[in-house]
């Protein structure tokens, strides 16, 4: 790709290429939420499920459209399709193998794709052949990158739904499978109303086996998800966390606390000034932070189900009936910067990439064009994921060493 993209704020020309080609580390992206719309239709034919559309631009226009609903249930209930057409071993393989594909060309040089092993078992599978095959099939991917020339390499992370009641059953299965590349375990599905707690034993199985957990939490409930996530969860990462902000508070500037801020400095007003003496954290928040518990942040994805707190809500609990202006419709009024700026460990991520349109490359030179972001600001928020990864210290070293070997080359800005 050479397309010149001009930013609206910077007047400044970003090549996508360049963007693209920049080594990146994914540490939150679905496999079902990353199919090629063509893959969808050819799997629901062998399978006999009906799709919306059958015409695979159609199909994706389709999948986009119902994810823009602004409610993360419609969102969710765009999943029955891909799942549906992920019940064999042969179609996981498949779509493992061309996930991998992708994430090689869109520059990601080591990923942790999660899915749920509980939601693929409808034709018979087993959770253990499930896994083997989705394993088999980022091999796959693996072996036909390199013979492109891309080094890349991809972990699972098995998710439980917070809304069964098989975590344990996967917990089990996470550790049993660490051989096949599982790293991790996620609790994933609806967050309101069913807490971490309800996950107890399957949390205790991982902390007991030393299994990797990060957590969707602070995505769509408050903060105190976020503080269950890491009490309960023992989480070493947060899914989303966007939500932290409601227990960051804004001080008016002789020091005192103020809760109630209709206008926020922008991140150019916070590089003139310390972030960290404009605000106050909370106990959670403090944590997050202070612990470099990576927030696994997916900005597109946020803004298509009203997730985030706009920049201007700052330590205010979600209302009762959220206003329309409660939310950031747009990159610019997105946590993202503000949540850099107060040193959290942010990494970026495309949650996604078929519903919400999207990749790592699409969400960098989104944040090249709202707010600047350069070579370092790539590489920051890069090295924050590849330390944050959930495997063993000398392959994330090896994963480091792949990055700063990328951006040696790499140009200021494109
Ligand atoms: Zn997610």
Redo the contacts with the bound molecule.
């Keep these: 790709m050479s397309a010149q993209v001009v930013t609206p704020l910077f007047d400044i020309s970003y090549d996508v290429g360049w963007i693209a080609a920049l080594p990146k580390v994914c540490l ?3 496999l079902d ?1 990353a199919l090629r719309p063509q893959t969808i239709v050819e799997l629901a034919a062998e399978a006999g499920h009906e799709l919306p559309a059958t015409d695979p631009a159609a199909l994706e226009r389709w999948f986009v459209e119902s994810a823009n609903s602004r409610s993360l249930e419609r969102y969710l209930a765009t999943f029955e399709h891909t799942v549906a057409v992920l019940q064999s071993a042969s179609a996981l393989t498949r779509v493992a193998r061309e996930y991998v594909l992708d994430a090689a060309a869109d520059g990601i040089v080591y990923g942790e794709v ?1 899915w749920a092993p509980e939601q693929h078992l409808g034709d018979g599978l087993d959770i253990d052949s499930a896994i083997a095959a989705v394993a088999r099939g980022l091999a796959l991917g693996e072996e036909a990158a390199a013979e492109r020339g891309a080094t890349i390499t991809v972990r699972q992370i098995l ?1 439980a739904m917070r809304h069964t009641d098989r975590s344990l059953e996967i917990a089990q299965a996470a550790v049993r499978n660490r051989r096949r590349g599982v790293v991790g375990f ?1 609790l ?1 599905g609806p967050e309101l109303g069913f807490p971490p707690s309800k996950h107890r034993e399957a949390l205790e199985y991982c902390a007991q086996h030393f299994l990797p957990v990060t957590l ?1 939490a602070g ?1 769509a409930d408050g903060v105190e998800s976020i503080r269950q996530a890491v009490v309960e969860g023992r989480a070493l990462r947060i ?2 966390g966007v939500r932290i902000l409601e227990d960051v508070v804004r001080r008016q500037r002789d020091g005192e606390l103020a809760d109630n801020v209709s206008r926020l400095p922008t991140s150019h007003d916070i590089s003139l000034v310390p972030a960290s003496s404009l605000y106050r954290m909370g106990e959670v928040a403090s944590w997050v932070r202070d612990r470099h518990i990576a927030l ?1 942040m ?1 900005p597109c ?1 946020n803004l298509q189900t009203d997730a985030a707190p706009r920049v201007g809500e700052v330590g205010k609990p979600q209302p009762t009936e959220p206003t329309a202006d409660h939310w950031a419709r747009t990159y610019r009024e997105h946590p993202i910067e503000l949540l850099r700026s107060l040193e959290f460990a942010v990494t970026v ?1 495309p ?2 990439r078929l519903m919400s349109r999207t990749s790592m490359t699409h969400e960098f030179l989104k944040l090249a064009e709202e707010f600047g972001y350069e070579r370092e600001d790539f590489l920051e928020i890069t090295l924050n994921a590849a330390n944050a990864t959930f495997l063993p210290l000398e392959e994330q070293d090896e994963i480091v060493e792949r990055v700063m070997a990328g951006y040696s080359d790499a140009p200021v800005v494109g």
């Design positions: 939150h992206d679905h939420g999660r998710c996620d994933a969707h995505e899914g989303h696994e997916c994805s991520n949650d996604n």
